[in-house]
């Protein structure tokens, strides 16, 4: 037990760590809402977007890395981390729409961006791509709303209720069920940075998708688009997703193998470079 709270200790001073490098900016929306970003490096402006039950936490192996060729930029979307809920019903527009307002409290609205996101992240990013313009290249890792089917082996299981070890092992076991395929990927950093920004969310993400296909949001806009997803990710069905996505000229797809859902933190150095190549081809 000494053993597992001095790793969590640990990890946590991991996470604290890189946050305290990073730059934290509220930005005050346009009903008085706050909206939560982190920034760091110099550069081409690479805006991150976390996915469902997340936080800017998801990008946790990767903030380092791409900040030293980016302007990284990453929200926590309303509802989630250290930012302000916004109505109910959340729908993917509204929070797409907050990700503008905030975003133009950081840059001009005329200012070219890079856009990568994750899961729900991929189809808010792909909407806010659409909605804005000026995004010269979009990255959609593991996203949502490819319309294949599921293959989860377990169902998620509610933390709520639970308390202590209790709730550490259910949230380790929708972590290993749902985000990554490897249990030795699992690591203690991997784990607080999941349970961290699961137990933080004010909003009900799952749905928010539902109506869209992200073919459909990224027929949008003219911007080159990657699609990288990992082999062992239950979110989807990965033989499906070259037709489903519906690949135009300008776009690319990658399937690593061996890899689930979370592939930014799974694969984070084959990521990194994907992400790198893409946005400087």
């Given at each position: 037990m000494r053993d597992d709270a001095a790793d969590a200790e640990a990890a946590g001073g991991v996470i604290d760590?890189?946050?305290?490098?990073?730059?934290?900016?509220?930005?005050?929306?346009p009903d008085g809402r706050s909206m939560c970003w982190r920034a760091a490096g110099e550069?081409?402006?690479?805006?991150?977007?976390?996915?469902?039950?997340?936080?800017?936490?998801?990008?946790?192996?990767?903030?380092?890395?791409?900040?030293?060729?980016?302007r990284v930029i990453i929200p926590d979307l309303p509802g989630f981390g250290d930012s302000?809920?916004?109505?109910?019903?959340?729908?993917?527009?509204?929070?797409?729409?907050?990700?503008?307002?905030?975003?133009h409290g950081l840059i001009s609205r005329r200012q070219p961006i890079n856009l990568a996101g994750f899961s729900l992240g991929g189809a808010v990013?792909?909407?806010?791509a659409a909605m804005r313009g000026e995004v010269s290249r979009v990255c959609l890792i593991g996203t949502a709303g490819t319309g294949t089917a599921r293959r989860e082996d377990a169902p998620?299981?509610?933390?709520?209720?639970?308390?202590?070890?209790?709730?550490?092992?259910?949230?380790?076991?929708?972590?290993?069920?749902h985000m990554l395929h490897r249990e030795e990927s699992a690591d203690r950093v991997g784990f607080e940075a999941y349970s961290r920004a699961?137990?933080?969310?004010?909003?009900?993400?799952?749905?928010?998708?539902?109506?869209w296909l992200v073919?459909?949001?990224?027929?949008?806009?003219?911007?080159?688009?990657?699609?990288?997803?990992?082999?062992?990710?239950?979110?989807?069905?990965?033989?499906?997703?070259?037709?489903?996505?519906?690949?135009?000229?300008?776009?690319?797809?990658?399937?690593?193998?061996?890899i689930g859902h979370w592939a930014q933190f799974e694969a984070a150095a084959a990521v990194n470079h994907h992400i790198r190549e893409w946005l400087n081809s």
């Amino acid at each position: 037990m000494r053993d597992d709270a001095a790793d969590a200790e640990a990890a946590g001073g991991v996470i604290d760590r890189i946050d305290a490098g990073l730059e934290k900016i509220f930005v005050r929306l346009p009903d008085g809402r706050s909206m939560c970003w982190r920034a760091a490096g110099e550069g081409p402006s690479l805006v991150l977007v976390h996915g469902g039950a997340g936080s800017w936490l998801h990008w946790i192996a990767n903030v380092e890395a791409l900040s030293q060729d980016f302007r990284v930029i990453i929200p926590d979307l309303p509802g989630f981390g250290d930012s302000d809920p916004g109505p109910e019903p959340a729908t993917l527009t509204a929070l797409a729409v907050d990700m503008m307002e905030g975003l133009h409290g950081l840059i001009s609205r005329r200012q070219p961006i890079n856009l990568a996101g994750f899961s729900l992240g991929g189809a808010v990013a792909a909407r806010f791509a659409a909605m804005r313009g000026e995004v010269s290249r979009v990255c959609l890792i593991g996203t949502a709303g490819t319309g294949t089917a599921r293959r989860e082996d377990a169902p998620l299981r509610s933390w709520r209720n639970a308390e202590g070890a209790e709730r550490q092992l259910v949230l380790r076991r929708n972590m290993l069920a749902h985000m990554l395929h490897r249990e030795e990927s699992a690591d203690r950093v991997g784990f607080e940075a999941y349970s961290r920004a699961v137990q933080a969310m004010t909003i009900r993400s799952r749905g928010l998708v539902k109506g869209w296909l992200v073919r459909d949001l990224v027929a949008m806009n003219d911007s080159p688009c990657f699609y990288l997803w990992g082999d062992a990710d239950v979110t989807c069905t990965p033989t499906a997703l070259p037709a489903a996505v519906a690949l135009r000229q300008q776009d690319r797809l990658t399937i690593l193998p061996g890899i689930g859902h979370w592939a930014q933190f799974e694969a984070a150095a084959a990521v990194n470079h994907h992400i790198r190549e893409w946005l400087n081809s």
